[in-house]
């Protein structure tokens, strides 16, 4: 994961493993996540919508490579 260079995707810095936890550390991501942002507006437009999952589209076909 260390390896995804993607705009769409959070970037992994470092994984550490105790016997119990794992703790990723992953660059900073400003704002609030899909879901509440969606929620926030009234209705997302079509247009809006597609753009969303376009994005969301292009991360998945990035890590299949």
Do not use: F
Not at 2 to 26: M, W
């Amino acid at each position: 994961m260390k390896k995804l260079d993607h705009p769409n995707i959070i970037r992994l810095i470092e994984a550490y493993r105790s016997e119990e936890e794992l703790y990723l550390v992953t660059e900073l991501c400003k704002g609030d996540n899909l879901i509440k942002d969606l929620r926030a507006r009234d209705k997302p437009s079509e247009v809006e919508a597609a753009y969303i999952i376009w994005q969301i589209l292009q991360a998945v076909n990035y890590c299949h490579r």
